[in-house]
């Protein structure tokens, strides 16, 4: 069984029963095999084998950039294949704004939908006009409009009603001319005379000074989600923290709304995982990173099993200490595909 450890930056020692790469629809439709489980993988920075994958790997290589403006925004339609990273760089030489807080996120173009990525203060939904996809059990081609992806906070449609049944082909992009900047999360927020370019490179120096570079020490990035809370359940925890950093998020009902008045609250993970003393913890090979304990680390030869023992202990403590359920944000893939913690 071909080795998945180097398809994979969090870099497990973990097979499965074949892997292909397709870089167009007919390929893929020519290897994907209906009875037989698969995975369509992007980039592997978000994906964790944490066992042996009893089905196909389909690595989507799927590539092109093609653009056009009108007097109010520009458009872009990129191959799922695509390095976000690199597309991000490429926005910025041709001065096509809007990504720039988004720098660095590892992974590839067509990831960005599935987890609705997101960094200081931006989400990539803003700026999805169109997705395509590949409807798997037909074939068909289907545009999905940004409404129709039910985009949420590190969420999507391909998570939930499309999750495992659609190959994102293409993501079509609409960023606007009159640009509006966000610095306010943050190191950003200390930014002078701050510009798109001046944000993607103060975005690019503060994750490498805090994150670690998969190349060197594997990784899956923000291993959790940051819990968005009842303004209530903050209330409770700020009365023992008075220090506990968090975001107003206004709720999506209608009263709320009506209202103006937030009634939900984002606390960040890392805050939590580091309160609950996991920041440094080792368990076997697998650390919660020193610097950025929302981050676990592959410190060689780790098991999928110590991975997940790590996660759980984080996840029971943090429930026990907060009263909040911390939710991965990594795709775990058990032997029959996706699993839940």
Same mark, same amino acid.
Request: net charge negative; with cysteine.
């Given at each position: 069984?071909? /080795?998945?450890?180097?398809?994979?930056?969090?870099?497990?020692?973990?097979?499965?029963?074949?892997?292909?790469?397709?870089?167009?629809?007919?390929?893929?439709?020519?290897? !994907?095999?209906?009875?037989?489980?698969?995975?369509?993988?992007?980039?592997? /920075?978000? /994906?964790?084998?944490? *066992?042996?994958?009893? #089905?196909?790997?389909?690595?989507?290589?799927?590539?092109?950039?093609?653009?056009?403006?009108?007097?109010?925004?520009?458009?872009?339609?990129? *191959?799922?294949?695509?390095n976000w990273?690199?597309?991000?760089?490429?926005?910025?030489?041709?001065?096509?704004?809007?990504?720039?807080?988004?720098?660095?996120?590892?992974?590839?173009? *067509?990831?960005?939908?599935?987890?609705?990525?997101?960094? !200081?203060?931006?989400?990539?939904?803003?700026?999805?006009?169109?997705?395509?996809?590949?409807?798997?059990?037909? *074939?068909?081609?289907?545009?999905?409009?940004?409404?129709?992806?039910?985009?949420?906070?590190?969420?999507?449609?391909? $998570?939930?009603?499309?999750?495992?049944?659609?190959?994102?082909?293409?993501?079509?992009?609409?960023?606007?001319?009159?640009?509006?900047?966000?610095?306010?999360?943050?190191?950003?927020s200390s930014?002078?005379?701050?510009?798109?370019?001046?944000?993607?490179? $103060?975005?690019?120096?503060?994750? $490498?000074?805090?994150?670690?570079?998969?190349?060197v020490l594997?990784?899956?990035? /923000?291993?959790?989600?940051?819990?968005?809370?009842?303004?209530?359940?903050?209330?409770?925890?700020?009365?023992? !923290?008075?220090?506990?950093?968090?975001?107003?998020?206004?709720?999506?009902?209608?009263?709320?709304?009506?209202?103006?008045?937030?009634?939900?609250?984002?606390?960040?993970?890392?805050?939590?995982?580091?309160?609950?003393?996991?920041?440094?913890?080792? !368990?076997?090979?697998?650390?919660?990173?020193?610097?950025?304990?929302?981050?676990?680390?592959?410190?060689?030869?780790?098991?999928?099993?110590?991975?997940?023992?790590?996660?759980?202990?984080?996840?029971?403590?943090?429930?026990?200490?907060?009263?909040?359920?911390?939710?991965?944000?990594?795709?775990?893939?058990?032997?029959? #595909?996706?699993?839940?913690?």
């Amino acid at each position: 069984m071909p /080795s998945l450890q180097h398809y994979s930056t969090f870099g497990l020692n973990a097979s499965c029963t074949s892997i292909s790469s397709f870089s167009d629809v007919s390929s893929f439709l020519s290897l !994907y095999q209906p009875n037989l489980p698969t995975y369509i993988l992007g980039g592997g /920075s978000n /994906s964790i084998f944490v *066992g042996d994958f009893e #089905g196909a790997v389909l690595v989507n290589e799927i590539k092109g950039i093609t653009h056009y403006d009108t007097d109010t925004h520009h458009f872009l339609r990129v *191959g799922a294949g695509e390095n976000w990273h690199d597309f991000v760089a490429l926005c910025m030489q041709n001065q096509w704004y809007g990504l720039e807080n988004l720098a660095l996120i590892p992974g590839s173009v *067509g990831a960005s939908p599935i987890q609705n990525i997101g960094a !200081y203060g931006k989400e990539v939904n803003a700026f999805i006009d169109t997705v395509e996809v590949v409807m798997l059990t037909s *074939g068909d081609k289907v545009l999905l409009s940004n409404q129709d992806c039910a985009f949420g906070y590190r969420d999507s449609i391909f $998570k939930h009603k499309l999750a495992e049944k659609v190959l994102i082909t293409n993501v079509n992009f609409k960023l606007p001319k009159d640009n509006v900047l966000e610095v306010s999360y943050g190191e950003l927020s200390s930014l002078e005379d701050a510009t798109p370019e001046r944000i993607f490179e $103060k975005v690019i120096e503060v994750r $490498k000074s805090k994150l670690p570079d998969p190349l060197v020490l594997g990784n899956a990035g /923000s291993f959790f989600k940051n819990p968005v809370v009842p303004l209530c359940t903050f209330e409770k925890i700020k009365k023992q !923290y008075n220090n506990v950093p968090h975001f107003l998020v206004n709720a999506s009902d209608e009263v709320a709304q009506q209202s103006g008045e937030p009634t939900m609250v984002k606390i960040p993970a890392a805050w939590l995982i580091d309160q609950a003393g996991f920041k440094g913890k080792e !368990y076997n090979k697998v650390r919660c990173h020193p610097t950025q304990p929302l981050v676990l680390t592959n410190l060689g030869d780790a098991r999928g099993e110590d991975v997940i023992a790590l996660a759980k202990e984080i996840i029971t403590s943090i429930s026990a200490l907060f009263a909040i359920k911390l939710e991965p944000e990594v795709r775990l893939i058990g032997s029959e #595909g996706l699993i839940t913690l």
